[in-house]
């Protein structure tokens, strides 16, 4: 049960999640456990997914006891200040990511800003980062790098992005990390291989922390030797000329 702190204001907790369906508690700290026992209140992202993660995480919590938010594409941006109202009134709430770390490719990013605008304390705990876990296991460069999110759907203005991308990385000594639909990944592979020069290198790392986990670094040229199937597969992309 959530303890009400008297007379001051309530924390955010940044709560992650697993990357996949695998025992949570298999890539997550205690700590995550330990949070979710103590918190009723939740922003996230889908409802049902939601209760299955805190239900795995603490089977014997109360369900009923929760109080959830939804935070996505369809949420009214006037309606997210109000999300925040429990820890105006002493409770901590916990944000809850779909996959990964809340606010990073994540709409959590969102009440964390008026968080701090409300000068509430933030509490980012710790988990698995796709994007971080990527670019630590690609070999590339840790020490400057951007994340771009998804790529442009259209094909010729994607061509154009990607070899922008290639510039910059080669100027900059920078690796670009981005992400694609999943159903879309195998066709992103091949246009990175005809669109890049040969000696570019390129990470594709799937199904991060799963059992079925596929990272590789090679080259333009090396990778049309290379036959992988990333279809409907949650991937990352790295590029680094």
């Known amino acids: 049960m959530s303890t009400q702190h008297s007379g001051k ?34 922003i996230v992202e889908n409802e049902k997914t939601a209760r299955h993660f805190i239900k795995k995480i603490s089977p014997r919590k109360s369900q ?17 200040p109000t999300f925040l109202n429990p820890c105006l009134e002493g409770f901590d709430i916990g944000i809850l990511s779909e996959a990964g770390c809340p606010g990073i490719a994540d709409p959590g990013a969102a009440v964390v800003k008026i968080a701090h605008e409300k000068n509430l304390q933030v509490v980012p705990l710790v988990g698995p980062s796709s994007i971080l876990l990527a670019l630590m296991a690609s070999g590339m460069n840790g020490q400057n790098f951007a994340f771009n999110g998804y790529l442009p759907i259209d094909g010729a203005e994607r061509k154009k992005y990607i070899k922008t991308l290639e510039r910059k990385s080669k100027e900059e000594n920078q690796s670009q990390i981005f992400i694609e639909t999943p159903y879309r990944n195998n066709k992103m592979l091949e246009e990175l291989i005809k669109t890049l020069a040969p000696s570019t290198r390129i990470c594709v790392a799937a199904d991060i922390t799963l059992p079925t986990e596929y990272i590789k670094t090679k080259t333009a040229i090396n990778w049309k030797r290379e036959h992988v199937d990333l279809h409907k597969r949650p991937a990352i992309f790295i590029i680094q000329a």
């Open 64 to 80: 009923p006891s929760l109080k959830l938010f939804l935070l996505n594409k369809f949420t009214e941006q006037q309606e997210i």
């Open 9 to 42: 204001s309530g924390s955010v907790y940044l709560i992650p999640s697993t990357l996949g369906d695998m025992a949570p508690l298999e890539v997550l700290p205690i700590s995550i456990k330990q949070t979710i026992e103590r918190l009723d209140h939740y």
